[in-house]
């Protein structure tokens, strides 16, 4: 083999460069290049020709059909959700959040549960000794699963024992970040050491067959630690969300190859552990008060489950100086946008206030269909008339003012429908279109087409430009 090579891997984007420099040319970033060496040569002595030879590829054509990819069911349903089913034999999933929010604690149940239906699990960590973890399954009440434990961050070690366990059906790794082989020259954690013990982890799930979970660090910013390439590498990208002031976590789906991305999965952290949210608009909603001002209910989609979540908005009179936008749970950037628009085409005066906005329940909302909740609760905070009790919302705004449709209308009004709401603001369907709406029997809809109908209903109680419907 012949002499290594120097060259230098952006942590933050993957990016390989020849030589050092404080900014990543690729992504922007600073001082996010690591030295790693790479040797000169292909491994096993080959040589770069273009004169060698292979083996010729077998190529076959788009028709056919593949049988789905087996499961293996955890028995915790929200987590199963999330994988699409299950776990699938010889995939590789990557479970990444904040430190302390629930990782060990969710995998640890999830092992044990799978350990009590009959599998082999082997849990090995890299960050706690074995009487640290079986003080956790002693608190949580999963002492006599029959999970096999050990603690171990060497490669090759945990490679060798693994070929012990023919028959395992999961192996977690906590964390990928603390895993190390003596074939590469860097610390642990180091971008090379990651890619490398990854690789290595990887290989022996595909070749035994046993699924593989890695525990990833995140940054400052909520992204995995280490290169962008190990989320490519991986099957499955999980993020455990939350914030531990609140009881709730949320288990997001960022990429699967197996099932619909950006699924959820709702748990509650209580002194037992994390408990699955079967329903999880009735706990986000328990404490909600219907006669306060500057609130209102978004009927919202999370991957494949509608959710409804409370919006809250406080407008706070300031003087002088710039105007304060504080936004939690949601798009800061749409706030001002929303902002914009109220003042611009239905003449409220929202530039003297400060803003704070959060979205109960510590859930973090996404997507635009949320701007028509956020308005009505702008609009009522700014009137201090609160919004009709019974009343959900959902519909994109655009910068004109107008409203637009949203996906999965049908899911929404029948989540709304289910916990007792009565009215239902959506934006105004297109003439002449052809899909039929099935609108849930006991709920009416309340069709807005412009974003000065909503001010004018709040506001002084009338509902022009509205168009009441019932099934």
């Not at 023919?166 to 906590?174: Q, W």
């Not at 959506?426 to 609108?439: E, N």
Request: a neutral charge.
């Amino acid at each position: 083999m012949g002499k290594p090579a120097k060259t230098y891997v952006c942590a933050a984007c993957g990016g390989v460069f020849p030589k050092w420099a404080g900014r990543c040319e690729a992504c922007g970033e600073w001082n996010t290049l690591e030295e790693q060496m790479t040797p000169a040569s292909l491994p096993g002595g080959l040589k770069a020709s273009p004169h060698r030879r292979g083996a010729k590829l077998e190529f076959v054509g788009l028709e056919g059909v593949s049988p789905p990819p087996p499961r293996v069911p955890s028995t915790i349903a929200e987590f199963d959700r999330v994988l699409g089913g299950g776990l699938v034999p010889a995939s590789v999933v990557l479970v990444g959040g904040d430190p302390g929010i629930g990782k060990s604690t969710l995998l640890l149940q999830a092992s044990a549960a799978l350990g009590r239906a009959g599998r082999q699990v082997i849990y090995i960590s890299g960050e706690e000794s074995v009487d640290q973890i079986r003080l956790r399954a002693a608190r949580l009440g999963l002492a006599k699963s029959p999970v096999h434990l050990a603690a171990a961050t060497q490669l090759g070690d945990i490679l060798a024992s693994l070929a012990q366990f023919p028959d395992a059906a999961l192996v977690v790794i906590d964390s990928i970040q603390t895993m190390w082989t003596e074939g590469v020259d860097s610390a642990p954690g180091s971008v090379t050491q990651v890619r490398a013990a990854a690789f290595e982890l990887i290989r022996a799930a595909k070749t035994q067959g046993f699924a593989l979970m890695l525990v990833g660090h995140v940054t400052k910013e909520g992204n995995i630690a280490g290169p962008r390439v190990l989320e490519h590498m991986v099957d499955v990208v999980l993020h455990f969300e939350g914030d531990r002031g609140h009881q709730f976590r949320i288990l997001r789906g960022i990429k699967n190859r197996f099932g619909a991305t950006d699924e959820i999965g709702v748990f509650e952290m209580t002194s037992a552990g994390l408990s699955e949210v079967a329903n999880p608009s009735a706990l986000f909603l328990a404490e909600r008060r219907g006669n306060v001002s500057g609130s209102a209910v978004f009927a919202g989609l999370e991957g494949s489950r509608p959710v409804l979540v409370e919006i809250q908005v406080l407008l706070a009179p300031n003087p002088g100086g710039a105007p304060r936008r504080s936004v939690i749970g949601w798009d800061s950037g749409r706030l001002s946008m929303l902002l914009a628009v109220l003042e611009t085409r239905c003449g409220l005066k929202l530039a003297s206030s400060d803003v704070y906005l959060n979205v109960a329940g510590g859930l973090r909302v996404g997507e635009p269909a949320a701007d028509l909740a956020v308005a009505a609760a702008l609009i009522s905070a700014a009137a201090d008339v609160p919004t009709d009790p019974q009343m959900v919302f959902f519909g994109e705004i655009g910068l004109s003012g107008e409203l637009r449709q949203v996906a999965q209308t049908d899911l929404r009004l029948k989540e709304a429908a289910k916990l007792g709401f009565s009215r239902a603001a959506t934006p105004k369907r297109v003439a002449g279109g052809t899909a039929r709406l099935a609108v849930p029997k006991g709920l009416a809809m309340v069709e807005i087409g412009h974003l000065t109908d909503l001010v004018g209903a709040i506001t002084t109680g009338a509902k022009p430009g509205m168009k009441h419907e019932e099934d």
